[in-house]
């Protein structure tokens, strides 16, 4: 067939492309580097046409300029599935609305029970099949490209192409228009360094992790810090099956450390739904049989995860309570990220033989003025639940490590005060004898 002309017919400028939405509409972004700069910028220019167009996406690094140009909110409304920290600032600005959701099931939302008016994605450059590839957003692009009225595909030729099991890619014959244009450097998440705290609780989670074990990291510092450390340890034969694709797994390979060799299921291949980090990550998922990019929905269900043997799951938190419920994802009624995948990985891991779910955080952190703050808290206030208290297994700060599961309220408040900063443990027993979760024989 002659792909090339069936290109050429589809091919548009962003702006005639965008004069398909109308108001009132739902357009979707997709995430993270599958945003639509030069689309999102040509709809930006058409504010004053258009009232109440509805816009959906997640993980965006770079300035939405339908928002930027519409500080009131008249004619676009951003709504995200999970905060970058670009994000984040637009939820603070009051330019940003969060959608709770967890993301296996993300899919299945558009597919049962959401309207897309008009998706727009940026894909790879078609190749001579006639299939363009999703590239690091391929764990949920497909999925929601399948459910639109219209699809937009934005060309950029600086996107990876993915390898995959299925779900990377879409043929030409499912799209209705195309746009092209020079894009900007793909962005990038830098590494930080590691604090004496990131360090003393990757030297914990070390002792538990054995040879042959399949690592998920979620998103932030400490997979970074770990995954530097497990590279010059004496570990071997490591696996990949995770969400999200980063930094970690790159040293982790580069070292010899990482070959899916162990894996009791989907033997042989790193398991990804997404990636990004720095330009090091989009250099290692280009093109490489090694590592399949596949749908969320598969990725992160539970029952997938937990087919895996000595599955390590290891995520972040901004506090927990002492009755063991977890939030990862606000600062009271703040919005800081999303639930993403955290709970799919606690309950997959625990179904795990001999998988182990780790939640990790600093016992404390530092507010702008300056004041220390501890993040075991009695009673969350307003702050939203990511992990139910029934899901938490072992939780660690630089200050130790405990395992929550079977624990009665008055084991858990002892154990999680144990790893609290020493300077706030005395208020805490206060407060958990207020609430009925001390007994006299509790250690103090």
């Avoid at 705290?197 to 400490?222: H, N, S, W």
């Avoid at 990482?258 to 990636?275: D, I, R, W, Y």
């Avoid at 390590?312 to 309570?321: F, K, L, T, Y």
């Avoid at 206060?430 to 006299?440: D, S």
Wanted: aromatic residues 8%.
């Amino acid at each position: 067939m002659d792909f090339y002309s069936e290109y050429q017919s589809k091919l548009c400028s962003p702006e005639e492309a965008v004069k398909i939405v109308k108001s009132g509409d739902w357009i979707d972004y997709i995430t993270n580097l599958a945003f639509p700069e030069l689309l999102d910028e040509a709809l930006a220019a058409r504010k004053e046409e258009l009232k109440d167009v509805k816009i959906r996406g997640n993980l965006i690094f770079s300035p939405l300029q339908t928002v930027e140009s519409d500080p009131l909110r008249e004619h676009f409304i951003y709504n995200s599935w999970h905060c970058s920290a670009y994000e984040r600032k637009l939820c603070d600005r009051g330019l940003c609305n969060y959608i709770p959701m967890i993301f296996r099931n993300l899919v299945p939302y558009y597919r049962h029970f959401l309207t897309v008016n008009v998706a727009m994605c940026a894909a790879a450059p078609m190749d001579k099949h006639g299939y363009f590839n999703l590239s690091v957003a391929s764990g949920i692009a497909k999925g929601i490209l399948d459910t639109a009225d219209v699809v937009i595909l934005e060309i950029n030729e600086r996107l990876p192409k993915v390898c995959g099991g299925f779900g990377q890619v879409i043929h030409i014959s499912d799209v209705d228009m195309i746009v092209e244009g020079e894009h900007r450097p793909l962005p990038t998440i830098p590494l930080h360094p590691a604090t004496k705290e990131d360090l003393a609780i990757a030297k914990q989670l070390m002792a538990m992790i054995p040879d042959g074990a399949t690592l998920q990291f979620g998103i932030g510092g400490m997979p970074n810090v770990l995954g530097s450390m497990l590279a010059e340890s004496d570990l071997k034969d490591l696996g990949m099956h995770t969400e999200l694709c980063s930094d970690a797994y790159v040293s982790l390979t580069e070292a010899g450390k990482l070959n899916n060799s162990k894996k009791s299921f989907m033997h042989g291949v790193g398991v990804t739904g997404m990636a990004f980090g720095t330009e090091k990550v989009y250099e290692f998922v280009d093109e490489n049989p090694g590592v399949a990019f596949m749908p969320l929905e598969l990725v992160n269900s539970p029952g997938t995860i937990g087919r895996i043997d000595n599955m390590i799951s290891i995520n972040n938190c901004i506090a927990v309570d002492l009755f063991g419920q977890v939030s990862a994802e606000s600062v009271g009624t703040r919005q800081i990220s999303g639930t993403g995948g955290q709970l799919d990985y606690l309950t997959g891991a625990a179904m795990s033989r001999g998988g182990k779910a780790f939640i990790c955080m600093t016992s404390t952190y530092r507010e702008e003025d300056g004041s220390l703050r501890s993040r075991i808290v009695p009673t969350f206030q307003g702050d939203i639940v990511t992990d139910p208290r029934s899901q938490a297994y072992y939780m660690v700060t630089e200050y130790g490590m405990v395992n929550l599961v079977g624990r009665t309220t008055w084991e858990r408040a002892e154990m999680l005060i144990s790893i609290a900063h020493p300077d706030f443990r005395d208020e805490l027993i206060r407060k958990a004898e207020e609430n009925g979760i001390w007994i006299p024989s509790n250690k103090r």
